[in-house]
């Protein structure tokens, strides 16, 4: 274990449920992260959280909604998907933004059928 | 644009052999890192190398950055079978914006 910790870590659902992705870390760390990682191609950056507040959302479209509670804590709503959503989703975590390298937890395998 | 791209996208070697791998990138950075994934799994950290800093090493791991060519590279010493996984550069262009910007990776195979 990393430190950051992923549930599920396999989700299959259809494209007219709604299902939320959970992400949690005890590291003390101040900023958050969600990334798309599908095959063959450069992980994506999706949305960063810093100190519960979120700095970046890098057009990701609105079926995709991200929560962070707490520092501790950070979801990922999922509603409407389409099948091309299919791909592992991976948090991470950092000291701050701008410092060090970043802890990722496993993934969440996700398939939108 | 993708700001790292890693060279190879594939590489296998025998066990015992060192193997590198490269890394470009395209704008000014704060430092740039390495991570190593196996299959379908998180990303583990290996190393940070600061924009100031010119080769970093730990472990078996040995990192060269040049900044006015854009380039790092990734050499593992004496490979074991254990090294088999991807390899990823990230670029931090620092100010805290954009998080981490990620390559493709390097499939690397160590052949027992």
């Known amino acids: 274990e990393t430190g950051v910790t992923q549930t599920p870590r396999h989700l299959v659902m259809g494209m007219t449920n709604k299902k939320s992705l959970k992400c949690e870390q005890h590291?003390?760390?101040?900023?958050m992260y969600w990334y798309k990682q599908s095959a063959k191609k450069p992980l994506e950056l999706m949305f960063v959280y810093s100190l519960e507040e979120r700095v970046e959302n890098n057009s990701v479209p609105s079926r995709f909604s991200p929560e962070c509670p707490n520092s501790s804590h950070l979801f990922l709503h999922l509603h409407t998907l389409q099948p091309e959503d299919s791909a592992l989703y991976l948090c991470a975590s950092s000291q701050d933004r701008s410092v060090g390298g970043y802890t990722f937890g496993s993934g969440t395998r996700l398939t939108v059928v | 644009s993708q700001q790292g791209e890693e060279d190879p996208q594939a590489l296998s070697i025998q066990e015992g052999e060192n193997a590198t791998m490269n890394c470009s990138y395209k704008?000014?950075?704060?430092?740039l890192q390495w991570y190593r994934q196996n299959s379908g799994r998180g990303l583990v950290h290996l190393i940070l190398i600061r924009s100031n800093e010119r080769e970093k090493h730990s472990g078996r791991l040995r990192v060269t950055l040049d900044t006015s060519k854009k380039s790092s590279s990734l050499l593992i010493t004496a490979s074991r079978a254990a090294d088999t996984a991807s390899y990823f550069c990230a670029t931090d262009k620092g100010g805290g914006a954009d998080g981490l910007t990620f390559g493709k990776g390097t499939h690397l195979i160590i052949q027992p």
């Open positions: 590291l003390g760390h101040n900023a």
């Open positions: 704008t000014s950075i704060n430092n």
